[in-house]
């Protein structure tokens, strides 16, 4: 079964600074890994996702993942946050071998830049 | 090009009633997936539509059900509601059903309410 977690609900950052945003996955094969945002009351916007290849994945708004397989872990990261970065973070997976399957989302964490 | 489309955005309905959400998908794209989000429960997964035909579904009950049409546009249906289901319900869609890599976008979401 595949599974998801995301280890903080909340993470605070102040503008400016480095922002790291942790995922951790389980799967029985091996995984395609997708970040996605949801500001308030809108749907998911995609970032960005790791299909095969180099570890280091970037994305949309400046937003980079690492992929790294021995720790089953796909953080994502910006180098400098900024306050409309503020916003619920979901990470997702799925197998590579599950044709048909489902994708399944982390819990979330909300993701707050401080002026 | 125009991207995943939900009507309506927001809905009121009590207890018993039943409500169609629709879901119009990114032009091209033959696959439709529904989710279910929650404060308690985050993002469960609904069911999944491509060609007319559910490709899978989630652990939910029979009263939440779906159909897509020839022009992939898709409907969800969920009967005899109850408080329980107030949520935020979200489509994706995709270019390629049941291929891991493919990335699903999602549209803005229908806030139901159920009284």
């Known amino acids: 079964a595949q599974s998801v977690a995301q280890p903080e609900d909340q993470v605070n950052v102040a503008e400016g600074n480095p922002l790291t945003v942790k995922c951790t996955y389980s799967v029985s094969g091996n995984p395609y890994l997708f970040w996605y945002v949801q500001y308030p009351n809108r749907g998911l916007q995609f970032l960005l996702k790791y299909i095969t290849g180099d570890n280091l994945v970037k994305g949309s708004y400046g937003f980079e993942a690492e992929f790294n397989k021995s720790q089953t872990s796909f953080h994502l990261k910006k180098p400098s946050a900024l306050v409309s970065d503020s916003a619920l973070y979901f990470c997702a997976v799925r197998d590579r071998s599950s044709y048909g399957q489902n994708f399944v989302f982390g819990p979330g964490t909300r993701l707050s830049v401080l002026p | ?115």
């Not at chain 2, 059900?65 to 869609?93: H, I, P």
Request: aromatic share 12%; hydrophobic share 30%; net charge positive.
């Open chain 2, 1 to 115: 090009k125009a991207g995943v489309t939900q009507t309506p955005r927001y809905l009121i309905k009590t207890r018993g009633q039943q409500v169609t959400l629709s879901c119009s998908p990114i032009s091209g794209h033959r696959s439709v997936s529904w989710y279910q989000q929650t404060p308690g429960q985050g993002l469960q997964f609904l069911f999944e539509y491509f060609s007319e035909t559910q490709r899978n579904k989630g652990n939910f009950p029979g009263r939440f059900s779906g159909r897509q049409f020839s022009n992939s546009r898709s409907e969800m249906n969920v009967s005899t509601l109850e408080l329980g289901d107030s949520a935020l319900y979200l489509c994706a869609s995709s270019l390629v059903p049941g291929l891991a890599e493919d990335t699903q976008y999602f549209g803005p979401g229908t806030r139901l309410t159920v009284l």
